[in-house]
């Protein structure tokens, strides 16, 4: 158990759709990351969060946003879903926003119909 | 930007044999993670290690940063190692964001 956790961890819903995911981050831990793991694009980073303020954005695409509460959880909201957004969210969480070891959620597992 | 490569990309071994595996990148880092991705999803941590060799158990990792690469070290292999290994690399910038290689796909065969 890596201490962070996300829920929930599956979701099914219709092309069109909004959801929200969640993370808390292990105790203690400042820096939330999102990734996203695709078949044909294997994981890659979509944003962090440092102490409450946006810190950098990759792949994420425009209908996607994030967000983190003073209480340091993270949501990651997905919206207008598309079938090409099934895929794997992992929340990960760091000491810092520095190079410090990242520690990976459980994951949810999105399926969108 | 920054390329990483694992190789093999699949490998099959009879339990109790050794095995390693690969991960070079292209230019420098600041950090370096192997993660183990069990058959239900869950990423898990192996090492944090930009550098120098550590070990845990039956496995163990080395990575020569001046010469880009690292190697993960699986002995005695178990049929609770299949899954994949997933190599990623930190490289600097303000983000600290990781970039995964495609990882290494293991079936260990009881």
């Known amino acids: 158990d890596s201490g962070v956790t996300q829920t929930p961890k599956h979701l099914i819903t219709a092309t069109g759709q909004r959801v929200t995911l969640r993370c808390s981050p292990r105790?203690?831990?400042?820096?939330v990351y999102w990734y996203q793991q695709s078949l044909d694009q294997g994981l890659q980073f979509l944003i962090q969060?440092?102490?409450?303020?946006?810190?950098a954005k990759g792949n994420i695409l425009e209908r996607f946003s994030a967000q983190q509460f003073p209480d340091l959880h993270s949501e990651l909201n997905l919206s207008s879903l598309e079938l090409g957004d099934s895929a794997l969210y992992f929340c990960a969480s760091s000491l810092t926003g520095g190079p410090y070891e990242q520690y990976f959620g459980p994951g949810t597992r999105l399926t969108v119909t | 930007g920054i390329q990483v490569e694992q190789s093999p990309p699949d490998l099959i071994l009879q339990e109790g044999a050794n095995s390693t595996l690969r991960c070079n990148f292209s230019?420098?880092?600041?950090?370096l993670q192997w993660f183990h991705q069990n058959p239900w999803g869950q990423l898990i941590n192996l090492f944090y290690i930009p550098s120098g060799t550590k070990q845990n158990g039956r496995l163990s990792a080395t990575t020569v940063a001046t010469e880009r690469y690292s190697l993960l070290y699986i002995s005695s292999s178990q049929t609770t190692d299949s899954g994949v290994y997933f190599c990623?690399?930190?490289?600097?910038?303000?983000?600290?964001?990781?970039?995964f290689g495609s990882g290494t796909r293991l079936l260990v065969r009881p």
């Open positions: 105790s203690g831990d400042l820096s």
């Open positions: 990623a690399v930190e490289v600097g910038d303000s983000s600290y964001k990781l970039i």
């Open positions: 230019d420098s880092v600041n950090n």
């Open positions: 969060y440092y102490n409450g303020e946006e810190r």
